[in-house]
């Protein structure tokens, strides 16, 4: 199973920036690696459901955001690193929350559309 572990969370004030990195190792059961994967990131509110924040697929190309992050958040990838990573700025209170890195077949907005998940980092921007 690929195995993500994010990293870079923290504790930011409104305005500010943090970039996120998911590292990758292992393969899927399916025998998928990393740079044979779509890559999303996902984050989690406390009493909020698990929702979609950016995609990109194996190819680095195209990418894809959820509306109340684009312009703000630019999701990357390094398949020789086997790092995702999301860049985000402009950060705000709403965007507190904990983030998951997340491996799939094909780039995708839904939690079904991966099947191999992070344990999440933790990003609180205060106001």
């Known amino acids: 199973q690929v195995q993500l572990v994010e990293s870079g969370g923290g504790l930011v004030q409104a305005g500010g920036s943090l970039r996120l990195s998911c590292a990758a190792s292992?393969?899927?059961?399916?025998?998928?690696?990393?740079?044979?994967?779509?890559m999303g990131w996902f984050r989690q509110a406390p009493g909020k459901e698990r929702e979609f924040v950016a995609a990109?697929?194996?190819?680095?190309?195209?990418?894809s955001y959820a509306g109340s992050v684009k312009g703000r958040f630019t999701i990357s990838r390094d398949n020789a690193l086997n790092t995702v990573y999301l860049q985000m700025t402009s950060l705000k209170p709403e965007d507190t929350a904990a983030y998951y890195c997340?491996?799939?077949?094909?780039?995708?907005?839904?939690?079904?559309?991966?099947?191999?998940w992070g344990q999440g980092t933790q990003v609180t921007v205060s106001s």
């Open positions: 997340a491996a799939g077949p094909g780039i995708g907005s839904q939690l079904r559309d991966y099947d191999s």
């Open positions: 990109i697929s194996r190819y680095g190309s195209p990418t």
């Open positions: 292992g393969r899927t059961t399916s025998a998928r690696t990393f740079s044979t994967s779509a």
